[in-house]
C-alpha cells in the first residue's frame, strides 16, 4: 500500500539538525534531479531578487523567504513531518503518534515535493519555498520535469494506492493507465445549508489529515478502496465510491459536515 500526500505551504524552519545531504537521502534515483532544482533555486534567490519574487510568486514583503532559499545547503533539517505544519500534517498531528505509528506510516507515504520529487515523511529535510506550478530557469516547468523521474518510481510500487495530492502535485508524477487501475483518489466535500455539497480547501485538507492519522494509528494494509471506504465511514463521514473516468483511479467521495474526528 502507497499513500502519496502533498506537502504545505506552511513550514517550520528547524532550529537544529544536521545540513541537507543530498547523497544519503532515500531513493537515489532522485540524486541528480533534486541536485539540480536544488542548484535552481538557491542560484535563482541570490540573484536578482525582484526576479526570483516574481518567478516564485513571493510580494516584497516576502523577502525572507528568498534567504531561506538561498541557504538550504547549510541550513538544519528534521524529518519532514516536523517541517510540514499545513492544515493536513496539523491534523496528522504526527508528534503525538507512537514511535511505531510513525515508523509504519513513514514505510507507506510519500509526499510529492516540488523540491524533491517524493520526500519520506520521515526523510531529514529543510525549510524551504517552491510550489509545484513554478518554472524555474534552467529546469523549466516542474511538472515536466519531474514527470519523468517520479512516474517510474511510482510504477515500481505495488499494492493499492492511497492519492491524497492536491491537483498542482498529481501534474508532478500523473497515474498512468496501469497505476491508476490500482489507484484510489480521495476528494472530500463539505455539506452546505442548501445545494450540493461543495469542495472547501480547509476541510479537504484537514479531513485528508484525519484519514491518514487513522491509517496509521490501526496500522492495516488495505488492498481495496471498499477497505478505505470502511474505515472512513467508521469515522462518521458519509462516503460514495464513484466509478473512474477513462483511464482514471477509482474515486472516494467523501462528504462531511467539518472535519470529522472519529
Known amino acids: 500500500m502507497q499513500i502519496l500526500l502533498p506537502p504545505s505551504e506552511g513550514k517550520t524552519s528547524p532550529a537544529k539538525g544536521k545540513p541537507l545531504d543530498g547523497d544519503t537521502l532515500p531513493l537515489p534515483s532522485l540524486q541528480e534531479p533534486r541536485r539540480q532544482v536544488l542548484e535552481a533555486l538557491t542560484t535563482l534567490c541570490a540573484g536578482d531578487p525582484e526576479l526570483a519574487r516574481t518567478t516564485l510568486g513571493l510580494t516584497p514583503g516576502q523577502s525572507d523567504e528568498l534567504l531561506r532559499n538561498q541557504g538550504l545547503w547549510t541550513a538544519p533539517t528534521a524529518p519532514a513531518w516536523q517541517v510540514y505544519t499545513g492544515v493536513l500534517y496539523g491534523q496528522l498531528d504526527a508528534p503525538s503518534l507512537t514511535a511505531a505509528q510513525r515508523r509504519w506510516l513513514s514505510e507507506r507515504v510519500l509526499i510529492a515535493s516540488a523540491l524533491f520529487g517524493f520526500v519520506g515523511l ?118 460514495t465510491v464513484v466509478a473512474p473516468a477513462k483511464k482514471g483511479p477509482l474515486l472516494l467521495d467523501i462528504v462531511v459536515d467539518s472535519p470529522f474526528h472519529g
Request: net charge positive; proline share 8%; aromatic share 4%.
Open 122 to 239: 520521515s526523510e531529514p529535510i529543510p525549510a524551504y519555498r517552491l510550489s509545484g506550478d513554478t518554472s524555474l530557469p534552467g529546469v523549466g516547468a516542474l511538472a515536466g520535469f519531474w514527470r519523468t523521474h517520479l512516474v517510474p518510481l511510482l510504477e515500481a510500487t505495488s499494492g493499492l494506492v492511497i492519492d491524497l495530492r492536491s491537483g498542482t502535485y498529481v501534474k508532478l508524477a500523473p497515474l498512468t493507465p496501469a497505476l491508476a487501475e490500482r489507484t484510489v483518489a480521495v476528494r472530500v466535500l463539505q455539506k452546505m445549508p442548501s445545494g450540493p455539497p461543495k469542495l472547501i480547501t480547509h476541510f479537504n485538507k484537514a479531513t485528508k489529515g484525519r484519514i491518514v492519522r487513522e491509517l496509521a494509528l490501526q496500522r492495516k494494509t488495505l488492498r481495496t478502496a471498499s477497505e478505505l471506504a470502511q474505515l472512513v465511514t467508521a469515522l462518521d463521514a458519509d462516503v
